[in-house]
């Protein structure tokens, strides 16, 4: 143990910094942060070996950003020349991987005028639409949709559809739709949102019922789900936390 605390002494303060600012970017289970504090740069070692070394697979995700960009600037050249719905629909999915919400749903709009055969465009305008705040706007996309193939993206569409209805009011449409998608579909943000209506309407045991149900995957899901499922586990438990038990 002398030998490695006298390897680590010069790095001990990064060692800790660094997983500092990963617990905080991550959010994983409380406990870390405690293991980090109190054990000092061995429990940064710890923390970075168990936490963040799996993070590494996900940097290629941050890489792709540059190709992605080059190839946004393609489509938006090429456009002016050859405005076809497949090039409109490619450029509205980069904007959506971009963050580009708002100038992905131009771009589907444009897909769509040139050729309204198709699911997908409508989805994602409609995927857009609900994250922009105008779920009015994204029933009839999803309406389209479900319509055509009700298992649209693992059942996620009419599950986003569900959740447009309660937007807009349409809360007996809105928990007749969910009740069904769950019955199918275990997707957490399905159930989350359903977990919003019911508390809205004050139904907070069968809110909290739903809100749990997430919480009860985790156990049993693989490490990288769980990893991909943690904003899902923070919104459960901030739901928990809301509504009276």
């Known amino acids: 143990m002398g030998s490695l605390g006298y390897f680590i002494y010069p790095w001990?303060?990064?060692l800790q910094g660094l997983a500092i600012v990963h617990f905080i970017r991550r959010r994983p289970d409380t406990y870390w942060i405690f293991i980090i504090l109190f054990l000092g740069p061995l429990g940064a070692i710890i923390y970075l070996a168990v936490?963040?070394?799996p993070d590494?697979?996900?940097l290629g995700q941050s890489f792709k950003v540059f190709p992605r960009r080059k190839r946004i600037g393609q489509l938006e050249a090429m456009i002016r020349d050859n405005p076809s719905p497949g090039n409109w629909e490619e450029l509205g999915d980069l904007y959506m991987d971009d963050g580009k919400i708002g100038q992905a749903r131009?771009?589907?709009d444009k897909a769509i005028?040139?050729?309204a055969d198709t699911p997908d465009p409508f989805y994602r305008r409609g995927v857009c639409a609900i994250q922009l705040g105008d779920a009015a706007a994204a029933v009839p996309d999803l309406e389209k949709v479900v319509g055509k193939e009700p298992d649209y993206d693992f059942h996620r569409a009419r599950g986003l559809l569900a959740h447009a209805y309660a937007q807009?009011?349409?809360r007996e449409k809105a928990e007749a739709l969910f009740r069904q998608v769950t019955t199918i579909s275990t997707l957490s943000e399905t159930y989350l949102n359903f977990a919003d209506l019911l508390a809205s309407e004050q139904r907070n045991?069968?809110?909290r019922e739903w809100a749990q149900k997430v919480l009860d995957k985790k156990p049993t899901m693989p490490s990288y789900l769980r990893r991909r499922e943690r904003p899902w586990f923070r919104r459960a438990k901030e739901v928990l936390?809301?509504?009276?038990?």
């Open 205 to 207: 045991a069968e809110a």
């Open 56 to 58: 590494i697979g996900l």
């Open 113 to 115: 005028a040139a050729r």
């Open 168 to 170: 807009t009011g349409q």
């Open 51 to 53: 936490e963040a070394l």
């Open 106 to 108: 131009t771009a589907f």
């Open 241 to 245: 936390k809301r509504l009276p038990a």
């Open 12 to 14: 001990g303060f990064l």
